[in-house]
T-cell receptor, first 114, second 115 residues
């Protein structure tokens, strides 16, 4: 069982609608949690990084939340656009040695339809 | 432009071939990484280099051989691969491995198909 679980596995929404992607993790202790966006045929691009003491961070229409007590994070996308169609990956940085260890979720594939 | 450039973008090779993947970063970062991305699976870390020194080898088979001649360049040499090695191979760089505000910057990957 992966230590970082994302849901749903895939999602289809209409352009202009909001959506929320979930990330549950069992990794502990951790230093930060990251969300990446990966367009088809491209590498992942960082959206947000939150330390364990932060509970929300925004990047334009993307807002990430973190509840370290329940070990849950969410990525909320507001007023979706066709260009939001991509895979969204949750990554937890496990405190490990001097450099940490990144634990990746399997991603949520979002499709925004006109 | 991502700042991390990978070549080639696509590669088809037979199981007896020898090929190399190349990665170059223009961000002044000190750490470079190779990841494997297979369909519907999380990214798998393969190798980490910090200041040109290999600091992590994540139990990768010896048919994959990394090389890091300097902090800006990273290679992955491939030989006698298996069909299950077909995947997207991503190179990444960061300022310092694992630091709190040091995101990974990924290249666009090499799509490898082993026939």
């Amino acid at each position: 069982k992966n230590q970082v679980e994302q849901s749903p596995q895939s999602l289809i929404i209409l352009e202009g609608k909001n959506c929320t992607l979930q990330c549950n993790y069992t990794v502990s202790p951790f230093s930060n949690l990251r969300w990446y966006k990966q367009d088809t045929g491209r590498g992942p691009v960082s959206l947000t990084i939150m330390t364990f003491s932060e509970n929300t961070k925004s990047n334009g229409r993307y807002t990430a939340t973190l509840d370290a007590d329940t070990k849950q994070s969410s990525l909320h996308i507001t007023a979706s656009q066709l260009s939001d169609s991509a895979s969204y990956i949750c990554v937890v940085n496990l405190l490990f040695g001097n450099t940490g260890k990144l634990i990746f979720g399997q991603g949520t594939t979002l499709q925004v339809k006109p | 432009e991502t700042g991390v450039t990978q070549t080639p973008r696509h590669l088809v090779m037979g199981m007896t071939n020898k090929k190399s993947l190349k990665c170059e970063q223009h961000l002044g970062h000190n750490a470079m990484y190779w990841y494997k991305q297979s369909a519907k699976k999380p990214l798998e870390l393969m190798f980490v280099y910090n200041f040109k020194e290999q600091t992590e080898n994540n139990s990768v088979p010896s048919r994959f051989s990394p090389e890091c001649p300097n902090s800006s360049h990273l290679f992955l040499h491939l030989h006698t691969l298996q069909p299950e090695d077909s995947a997207l191979y991503l190179c990444a760089s960061s300022q310092v491995p694992g630091a709190n505000n040091s995101p990974l910057h990924f290249g666009n990957g090499t799509r490898l198909t082993v026939t």
